[in-house]
């Protein structure tokens, strides 16, 4: 039994080190990207919520030709956990919640595909693809394009 919980102990150790580090890339990489591109306050990047509203900032905030990307990508990130509370209270909250993440998760990889075209313009449709099967990824390539130079009118 010592042995089991030992070793669930040691893989929790591991998945929270790996999580650290995905963190530190993701945070890292947007702190780059928006000291480059004149971004402030560009030390947002270091609170998780907030990545996204330099996410949107650096896509000229707007993805879909909507404007306030920075704000609909943060609220977003707060409302959909909220929303899960109610989820199976009622078939229609059930509905509206998996409809609103649906839209707002094909928002946020619209969000990084626009990332990628302006800072990589040759990988853009790839990094899209696989962001969107292993998100892991994402974070990477964040990390990836931090110093490069953005290309004007990639739209």
Same mark, same amino acid.
């Given at each position: 039994m010592g042995a089991i919980l030992g070793f669930i102990a040691g893989f929790g150790i591991i998945i929270w080190i790996v999580a650290i580090l995905?963190?530190? @890339?993701?945070?890292f990489g947007f702190y780059r990207?928006?000291?480059n591109a004149g971004v402030t306050p560009a030390w947002i990047a270091w609170i998780p919520f907030l990545q996204f509203f330099l996410l949107g900032k650096l896509d000229n905030d707007r993805v879909w030709g909507i404007p306030g990307a920075s704000w609909i990508l943060v609220l977003g990130h707060i409302l959909i956990p909220v929303l899960a509370n109610y989820v199976g209270t009622n078939s229609v909250v059930n509905f509206i919640y998996y409809a609103l993440t649906f839209v707002f998760?094909?928002? @946020?990889?619209?969000?990084y595909y626009d990332l990628y075209k302006i800072y990589a313009p040759n990988t853009a449709v790839l990094w899209l693809v696989l962001g969107i099967i292993f998100p892991f990824l994402i974070p990477i390539f964040v990390f990836i394009i931090r110093d490069r130079t953005r290309y004007a009118n990639v739209r």
């Open positions: 995905w963190y530190f @890339l993701s945070a990207l928006a000291k998760y094909v928002y @946020l990889q619209t969000a």
